[in-house]
């Protein structure tokens, strides 16, 4: 899944790596943990991916970190209110991310994901299921994503696709690191 960069979105995409691989029965999500200003490394070992809800969704992020977790917050308030409804919470905070004028200025994108949908959610109001079941964010985001795409045909699992292009991802992208934190989710 790719997404174009407006003047406005560019700022969302700096800076971090983000990917989403499902395969078979299993979900991953994986991101890379540096944090950058401008063309200095202030933390390399971030924690941009992690369990919400219940431990039933995974969720990762691109963009201003103090966004992020006020997303991550609203998310898991929408968790509780249509829980086990992923794709319903992800819908309803997209339009209050949308509409409501503190949460329009929030700069961040995410991936979230549970046994059986992962998405993309911006703050343009997009909540988008990635084809294939891939989908990466943020400024090594496209790298991985073509590593990923080139590695789902092979023996790999999920986990394993989202660690080595993440890894591929780092060699390129200079905002992205190899300290990388990843989460899985296996179906029934």
């Known amino acids: 899944m790719h997404f174009p960069q407006s003047a406005h979105a560019a700022g969302l995409w700096h800076g971090t790596t983000i990917l989403t691989v499902r395969k078979g029965d299993t ?31 995974i969720g990762g992020f691109a963009g201003a970190t103090a966004d992020a977790f006020t997303l991550f917050e609203r998310l898991e308030a929408k968790l509780e209110q249509y829980p086990g409804q992923l794709t319903r919470a992800a819908v309803e905070l997209a339009k209050d991310w949308r509409t409501d004028r503190y949460l329009r200025r929030l700069e961040a994108m995410m991936i979230v994901a549970d046994t059986s949908v992962s998405l993309v959610l911006t703050g343009t109001g997009d909540v988008l299921e990635p084809e294939a079941g891939i989908a990466g964010i943020g400024s090594g985001g496209n790298y991985a994503l073509a590593a990923a795409r080139a590695l789902i045909d092979g023996p790999l699992d999920a986990e394993a696709i989202v660690r080595r292009a993440l890894d591929i991802a780092a060699d390129i992208c200079v905002y992205t690191n190899r300290s990388v934190t990843v989460e899985t989710l296996k179906g029934s």
């Open 27 to 57: 979900v991953a999500v994986g991101g890379d943990g540096q944090v950058s200003i401008g063309q200095t490394i202030v933390k390399a070992n971030a924690k941009k991916v992690r369990r919400l809800g219940k431990g039933d969704v």
